[in-house]
């Protein structure tokens, strides 16, 4: 591999990397909190990216507007079917992830029938043009969302480290008995905690609305590799997450590179039952009692 | 005195049952043997994976189970010539393999760990089934796969006589795991599933019941395959993807795991809806979804739980009745 | 306590009767929404004596027809069935959804004069779309329902994988399966039939029009150099083959040949691997609408400055990810030409068709499909026109009888030449695929016209004469990747 492709290939693992641990991110918050993976969660991220596609492809919205829009979309959605399911659902593993997979049809459907099934919606990218340095170049599109992934993971760690709010969301996600005793109302910290999570998704879909192809289908392939990315980094943990999407990301998009996609799939899967069947926990959760 | 009764008009409806079903190819369209057929593999599926559910875990593979016995029974007939009533069985000892291949590996993990990781493992399988054009047929799948021979004078190619050689390996099965509940095996599994625990502190082996449950459940799941495989001539990896997996949960769901007939009525009610519904077969998936998570929410039970509890309530109704007459 | 046990049973069992009585209610609800669209009546004084609601642009596009009568009655008769087994829905339905315009406005014009006029009896015809997904199992069983449920005798398709596992089924039934790949074309499969696609003869032609716009051998001291990127489907295979040794024909040096994966959704490591071996023509072949949009993101992004050449160009999509002096600079070279480019002319059945699909599904009309013209809206009508004219050819042989496809199929061969969108065409194949089961026609070559922002064809080209001028070459890189016909 000559130094150009080595150059652009490592550019793009980069730019791969950051999109992952934004997706990534609200989905491992979540289950931190409520011990429940939130299989829908692709569909929170494909609700942002319509969201955007609605307001500034159909309705000419500026382009910031619409993502502004799409994250609070996103935290609507997320307390909807947190009340609506993980709550009354709470402590049911089973029932948990059943509940969500029905969720997934629901949302595809819907947005195939509002907004039409068949060819992938167009949403113009607002920055058409290619950021170079050392000879590689990528979209600008996407070296936008370096600075976002950067801005949300490192606001959630400070939350959840310097807000009371924050520790006490880390409170009922280490032990939710013992916080509960302390007057942590679980109820308040799983809403918000699925809030974040939707918004989160939310910013991502909107941001990536213009990289992805934005069809109802897309919720279902962006869902694989934020499980995977999850279970590798440690399941609840905003580090892991960090770490694992640029372990992803590399994986990905140089095993893509130098043979195909299919194979890069596998090598990806075949990590995370690696890490399950060994490390459990991730590399860097914490062991679930 | 009511019990028996109940026993008798069970055992009245699946005779009629049965009966319907055979003379159905007769007199109903073409293509609604077809369904029919798909109908009884759907049944398979279900009961074979309410075994391993009752005795393991909600595992995410069990739908490429059904495309191994699917792949392995095809490839064999048409690679390498097996006769098709040979091809089947050996695809179902292919998928039992690999069943308990996967639960090995997976005996340790738990919670939300176990159900991504079966889901996991069993795209690597299917991503291999893509990714490997050459004995796979790589993402369009293989066809040319041979329909079965003819057998004392009865083409088995043709609809009718393939709608019966499945309506009798699904009844087949049916009776097996019925028995299998009934026997010494089935009492260990009872067990397991109902305290592990207390089973484990009487000497039986949990991860031993837990293999074997998934050897057999693999078992009839492929031979499931082996049937779907040699009626349509082709085999491609998207039939045995996530979207399957799920409608084989929403009919499990929906039915009820708590007993041998929970599957019977889920496969039953929500397959035939979803039939009806294919005008609608754009917006369908969205009827499925938000009908699995009301089941969830409001009728955990399921079907059966709900036919449980209106005969157990026409049963009060009933005593009552005689209560008050004396 | 039995009034709070049945109340508990209220809820589970009104779920149950909701959701069974709903959905054969909906079912029934949104078969009743049939499209009927009925556009201004532009009928002059002259043609006054023509059926009600008929316009005289779909009088034109009925013009095909070498004897339908319009507005002399006869006796109607059946409703002949024909079904839509396409791509619906994901990456691949480009080439499938958008056909369903032009089907249905022929298929409405047809039946507004009564009905297809066959042997002196007017035959309704009605649609059965169907979305296969691109998927082979699919396709099989909506194979099968098309025929057991509905009796149609011809499927308009895509073509490719799911032509390979339905041709057992439908050869079997006797129906024609219109791919639109010729490739798919086998003295095995007497009913599968294509041309519509111009496949490959238009991919065939991208390696000489490339060649047109690039320095010669001579100026630049070195062979040209040739890249072909595509999704790995047995369409792609076929076609790609062809190409490349149209390519090499015309003297290119072969430096990539890859096929990416279906399910693949990032292509910017996929083009970085191309653009390392510094071709001068990249074909993006038979990439499907929705990736060769995201491939040409890529090739913009990533600063590839030579020419671009592929199968489809659906430049509404792509224009919205890269600008258009990209687009011409590269020369975006493609076939598939839009029905209003002025090379037709402005009175032109090209033309009435562009009348009558803005009126019908334009912006503003009753069934707006939000998006502009593409080359694929008229794209299946290329074999559902001629199949109907060969019925009313062979239909003289047996007046009062819908005639058998054999019948229809042969009417045409006889025909030394028939009218088709692309112009005058007629029934060949035999070398190449080994069945006369294609229609050939004059291949339209379009590039990207920067003021237009959109496709325009630069040349009208006959085939067969440059086939025969490279076929040595041809034929054998094809055989060398065992995809000729009697390799398969």
Redesign the interface.
Known sequence: M?T??LL??TA?AG??SAMYALIAVGLTLA?GVM???NLAHGHFFMAGAYTVYALY?LHDWPFWFAVAAAVGIGAVIGLAVERG?FR??RGD???G???T??????F???M??VW?????R????PY???V?FFGA???FQRVLVIPFAIACIGGLLIFMRWFRLGRALRAVAQDPEAASLQGININRMTALAMAIAGALAGIAGGLMS?I??V???LG??II?PA??VV?VGG?GSVGGVTLASILLGFV??FV??LV????A??VS??V??LV??IR?QGLMGHV?T | MSLPNIRSYRIGALAFAIILLCILPFFARPYLVEVAMIYFIWMILAQSYRLVVTIHDWQLYHVVLYGVGAYTSGMLAKNLGVPVFAAIPLGGAMASLAGVAITSVLLRTKGWGFYIATYGLAELIRLSWMKFRNPFGGSTGIIDIPYPPVVAGIDFSARIPYYFFSLGVMLIIMYMLYRLERSRIGDSFKAVSMDPLLAASTGISIPRQRLLACAIGGFFAGIAGGLLVHRLGAVDPKLFNITTMLYLLIWIVVGGTNSFWGPVLGVSVMYSLFELSRPLIQIRPMFFGIAMILVLLFMPGGLEGMVAKAAAWLRRLRGVQTAEAE | MRMKQLRKLVVPISLVAVMVLAIPWAASARKKKAPTAEGPSQVSEALSGLPAGLTLDEVVILSHLPDQQIGVEYPIGETINVGFLCALSGPDAGWGLPGLTGNTIWIDAVNKTGGLLVGGVRYPMAIHPFDDEAVASKALQGARELVLEHDVKFISAIGGDAAKATAPFLTENKVIYASLVPTDCDPSRPYVVAGGDITPQCNMFNALIAKMNLPSEEELGRPLTYALTTQDCIMSRQVGAWEIGAAKAMGFKIVYEEFFGVDTTDFAPIITAVMATKPDVISLCEAWPEYQTMMWEQLFLQGYEGVVVQNYADWETNLTKIPPEYAAAQCGIDSFPLMDDPWWGETSWQASFTNVWNVRYGPGAPEDVKRTMTGIDWDHMIWLIPWSIGAQIAGEETPGEWPSNDAILAALRAQASFPTILGPGHMSGKEMFGIDNMIEEPVPMCMFDLEAKDKRIVAHLNFEPWYASIKPVVLKAVEERGQMYYQR
């Open positions: 000559n150009q492709l652009q290939t793009n730019a791969v289950f011990q429940m993976a492809a399911i009354p659902l593993v089973v029932g992830f059943i509940a997979a029905g969720l997934m049809f629901v595809e459907v819907f195939g029938e039409g099934w068949g060819h992938m167009q949403v113009p990218s058409m043009r290619a170079k170049s990528v979209s213009t992805y192809a069809t109802p289908a279902g392939h694989l499980l995977i279970v399941m990905m998009t893509t590179t195909d996609g299919v194979t799939m596998m899967v075949a995370m039952a399950l069947a459990p679930v």
